[in-house]
């Protein structure tokens, strides 16, 4: 059974930066692609950013130019570096894996607070 354990979460000001981590129990190289989807109270889960095997990128449009993905399949972790942190962008954090067979598997998620 292959685990996702996000970490990396906290307080910051608005400006500032963080970068979490979803490290999986597993190989990432047997996810299609590994992504990060936030959900702020009241809202649906939503798409930030998802990474493919081969490494191609793409950013939901809200945070372009400031969040990037990227994957260690050495270290079996995928990273979200957010620069530029907006108060919108508070949510709780969570990575998911996505296999060929489309079983999907999801981290336990990370709170990310930005304050104005």
């Known amino acids: 059974q292959v685990q996702l354990v996000e970490s990396g979460g906290g307080w910051v000001q608005a400006g500032g930066s963080l970068r979490l981590s979803c490290a999986a129990s597993g190989s990432v190289f047997s996810f299609t692609t590994m992504g990060w989807f936030r959900q702020a109270p009241g809202n649906q889960r939503d798409l930030v950013a998802i990474?493919?095997?081969?490494?191609?990128?793409v950013y939901t449009d809200s945070v372009k130019g400031r969040f990037t993905i990227s994957r260690d399949n050495a270290k079996n972790t995928v990273y979200l570096q957010m620069n530029s942190l907006k108060p919108e962008d508070t949510a709780v954090y969570y990575c998911?894996?996505?296999?060929?067979?489309?079983?999907?598997?999801w981290g336990q998620g990370t709170q990310v607070t930005v304050s104005s």
């Open positions: 998911r894996g996505l296999r060929p067979a489309g079983d999907v598997y």
């Open positions: 990474i493919t095997r081969g490494g191609t990128a």
